[in-house]
C-alpha cells in the first residue's frame, strides 16, 4: 500500500492550502483515514479523522479552521486548510486503516505558514 500526499507549500499567515493524499495498492477498504503533523523539536499529533461514512474528528487547535474530506470512491485525502497560523508550519502525513486491518502512513508534506 502506498499513500502519496501533496498539496504543501509555504503560505501567509491568514492564507489557505489544501492537502491531497491518494491511497494505491491491495486492500479491500479503507476505513478511518486521517492527517496528522508534526512540527520541529515536538511530537506527530492527530489533526483530524474521518471514517468510511463521515463522520469527522478534529483537533481543538485547528477547528472551525480545517476541513477534512474524502473520495471513497477514488480512495483520496483532503484536508482543506483556511485562515492558517504560523503554529500550523509541520510535516503532515496522511494515514489510513485499511481492511485487513492495518495501518500505513504517507511520507508527509510540508506546511510552513510565514508570519
Known amino acids: 500500500v502506498q499513500l502519496q500526499a501533496s498539496g504543501g507549500g509555504l503560505v501567509q499567515a491568514g492564507g489557505s492550502l489544501r492537502l491531497s493524499c491518494g491511497a494505491s495498492?491491495?486492500?479491500?477498504?479503507?476505513?478511518?483515514m486521517g492527517w496528522y503533523r508534526q512540527a520541529p523539536g515536538k511530537q506527530r499529533e492527530l489533526v483530524a479523522t474521518?471514517?468510511?461514512?463521515?463522520?469527522?474528528n478534529y483537533a481543538d487547535s485547528v477547528k472551525d479552521r480545517f476541513t477534512i474530506s474524502r473520495d471513497n470512491p477514488k480512495n483520496v485525502l483532503y484536508l482543506q486548510m483556511n485562515s492558517l497560523k504560523p503554529e500550523d508550519t509541520a510535516v503532515y502525513y496522511c494515514?489510513?486503516?485499511?481492511?485487513?486491518?492495518?495501518?500505513?502512513w504517507g511520507q508527509g508534506t510540508l506546511v510552513t505558514v510565514s508570519s
Open positions: 495498492g491491495s486492500f479491500l477498504s479503507i476505513n478511518v
Open positions: 494515514n489510513i486503516e485499511t481492511t485487513p486491518r492495518r495501518g500505513y
Open positions: 474521518i471514517t468510511r461514512d463521515g463522520r469527522t
